[in-house]
């Protein structure tokens, strides 16, 4: 009974939003010009407050020094150097970036390789089906090559998964990397989808996310719709026409033959060609019905992707707006996988999308022009601001906040970086209530503390296995939903503990690159008075603000959940709340997992929680007993405060 009530305590420590040590003050500080529709400029929360507040929400935690950094730039200013991430210097963590081998390479060749092992795959099964003799030499060789290019797959994931935590904690573009988590999971796509899927994530997290996560959203909208990563996770690559719908390529008359005669020759060819035509015809036919239209992708795009599941949209509206995008999918993995649209596929009849009729006859238009129709939805605006509200001030954004932002949304047309200006720079953005309200994801923590702790980037997948151990995997959800956003979502017995004994194991030098004998202000009080040593962690770690129930559990270093034998070793089985069930996989799982699993049946069974969450004493086993110094800042790293921001 005891346990279950000190957890109960701490689960409400860490879902309480008052915030600690906060006093109201008014600085009379002005909203950036920019902001189309001006508002109250009133902040309640002291200047430096202010600055620890947009470090925790606009950055992936302070690193030392950063306060200061801020305090000497002016906040405003550097929030406005972090709104615009193309003219931040960020040299070094491309260089770290092209280490990674896998991700440096040109992955439309990469798909061709693995077209190339698909083929081999099929001839090894086909000649072995052959014989039934024992494998020749050559057939060895066979196996062991396709085994080296799984791992070549499994190399991807890992370092995909890798770069994501590195430039979380590394990058000056602070902002971006947090708008490219954002969005990451807004569009969620999940790793190991099929066997393809890895080598289209690259391309998705380079070059479809991360340079659009400020810019327009209409913009983002399109080259998400045409990344073949989520063209292949929704299934869209597959969906096409119906059999009784029309298509482009039905609508076009066939090649007239020449007559034979003269030029007789000529006009064999012609028949010949017009009869493979018509071969064809009949061919895509047959395929048609076979698979036919697939929903999937255009009841996300409606229900998580704009409009909302509120947002006024029919069946018949996921209907026509699958039928808008059959045609939009994916050249074979031999010809380099990019996106291709196909005319002979697309239903060519005429739709009615949310009240805008699209004509029958046309291709691509289609699809162009529901993008066009949702970006421009009053139902997206309100949807995508509320989303970004409760990214970064509540989970329980208000009212007038979220109608706000969607005005800017409306008259910027959709500027992202507009949107998210009037929201870091608002009211209840700088409001006492929104300060270290938020509870932090596994990803936030485990990069968070890495950034505290002045770690440097991790090439390994070390880092990205501890995040998947607290119950977030990156790229790991399987269902088109994405991970939790709100606090209550990652709380529950199992992600306390977890939590908890992941700050014990940091401090015991688990967490790649982090030595806290190197970090400056604890390098010199080794061997200062434990009232001493907790007051300098309190500083460094906490930014000095800490509840009298945690500074007495960091000067006494008893925690009572540890005290009562719930540590290490109990933690093994326990689960955080909404784990995934393949939470537990690494990378190198992950590519080989779930292939061909349905993502839309998969998000209706997705967030019940689940076993496969729990650390099962991997990465934290054996944590030695700490005293001193390492054993508050393990202490402070698990502590209510740390876990909020």
Do not use: C
């Amino acid at each position: 009974m005891r346990i279950t009530k000190l957890i109960g305590m701490a689960a409400a420590m860490l879902l309480s939003v008052a915030p600690v040590g906060v006093f109201a003050q008014k600085t009379g500080a002005k909203t950036p010009a920019k902001t189309v529709i001006a508002r109250s400029d009133v902040r309640e929360l002291p200047a430096d407050q202010q600055i620890i507040q947009a470090l925790n929400r606009l950055t992936f935690g302070a690193k030392p020094g950063d306060i200061l950094k801020v305090r000497a730039i002016g906040l405003d200013k550097w929030i406005d150097q972090q709104l615009q991430p193309e003219k931040i210097n960020d040299d070094a963590m491309s260089a770290f970036v092209r280490n990674y081998s896998a991700l440096d390479q040109n992955q439309n060749d990469l798909l061709k390789q693995y077209a190339e092992q698909q083929q081999q795959r099929r001839e090894v099964k086909r000649d072995r089906a052959d014989t039934t003799q024992g494998m020749t030499a050559d057939e060895i060789a066979q196996m062991r090559q396709q085994q080296q290019q799984g791992n070549s797959r499994r190399q991807v994931v890992t370092q995909l998964q890798s770069s994501r935590a590195a430039r979380a904690v590394a990058s000056e573009r602070q902002l971006q990397e947090v708008m490219t988590d954002f969005w990451e999971n807004h569009f969620n796509i999940y790793a190991a989808k099929g066997a393809p899927e890895p080598y289209y994530l690259v391309d998705f997290d380079q070059n479809v996310i991360r340079p659009r996560a400020l810019g327009k959203f209409r913009d983002l909208l399109e080259a998400v719709a045409q990344s073949p990563a989520m063209l292949f996770y929704l299934d869209n690559a597959r969906s096409m026409a119906d059999s009784s719908r029309p298509t482009l390529n039905a609508q076009n008359e066939l090649p007239r033959a020449r007559p034979l005669g003269r030029g007789g020759f000529g006009g064999i060819m012609g028949v010949m060609r017009a009869g493979q035509q018509r071969q064809r015809q009949q061919q895509q036919q047959q395929q048609r019905k076979r698979q036919g239209l697939n929903e999937n992708y255009g009841r996300e795009l409606l229900e998580l992707h704009t409009l909302g599941v509120d947002g006024g949209y029919t069946q018949q509206d996921v209907i026509n707006v699958a039928r808008a995008f059959t045609g939009w999918t994916i050249k074979p993995p031999a010809q380099g996988g990019g996106f291709i649209f196909r005319p002979q596929v697309h239903d060519a009849g005429e739709k009615l999308v949310l009240g805008h009729k699209l004509a029958a006859g046309r291709g691509m238009d289609d699809g162009e022009d529901v993008l066009d129709i949702l970006a421009k939805s009053r139902a997206t605006a309100h949807f995508i601001s509320f989303k970004l509200a409760r990214r970064f001030v509540s989970d329980s954004p208000s009212k007038a906040l979220v109608d706000h932002a969607a005005q800017v949304y409306l008259a910027t047309d959709g500027d992202i970086r507009e949107v998210l200006r009037s929201i870091i720079t608002s009211p209840e953005f700088f409001s006492q209530q929104a300060f270290r309200s938020k509870v932090k994801s596994p990803f936030e923590v485990v990069v968070s503390a890495m950034r505290a702790l002045n770690a440097a980037p991790d090439s390994t997948p070390r880092t990205a296995q501890v995040i998947a151990y607290l119950g977030e995997p990156i790229f790991g959800h399987q269902a088109p939903n994405g991970w939790p956003e709100t606090g209550e979502s990652w709380m529950n017995t199992g992600a306390i503990l977890n939590r908890i004994n992941f700050g014990m194991a940091a401090a015991a030098g688990r967490l790649p690159g982090a030595n806290i004998r190197a970090l400056p202000a604890l390098d010199t009080i080794g061997s200062a008075p434990r009232d001493k040593q907790v007051d300098a962690v309190v500083a460094t770690i906490l930014n000095g603000m800490v509840s009298p129930d945690t500074r007495a559990v960091l000067l006494s270093g008893e925690h009572p959940m540890l005290a009562n034998g719930a540590g290490a070793k109990g933690i093994q089985n326990m689960a955080p709340a909404e784990a995934n069930p393949d939470s537990e996989m690494s990378g190198e799982a992950m590519a080989d997992g779930a292939n061909g699993q349905n993502a839309v049946r998969a998000r209706r069974n997705q967030n019940q929680g689940g076993k496969g969450g729990a650390l099962q004493g991997r990465g934290f086993a054996n944590i030695p007993q700490l005293t001193g110094l390492s054993q508050i800042v393990g202490l402070a790293l698990g502590s209510p405060e740390f876990q909020r921001h």
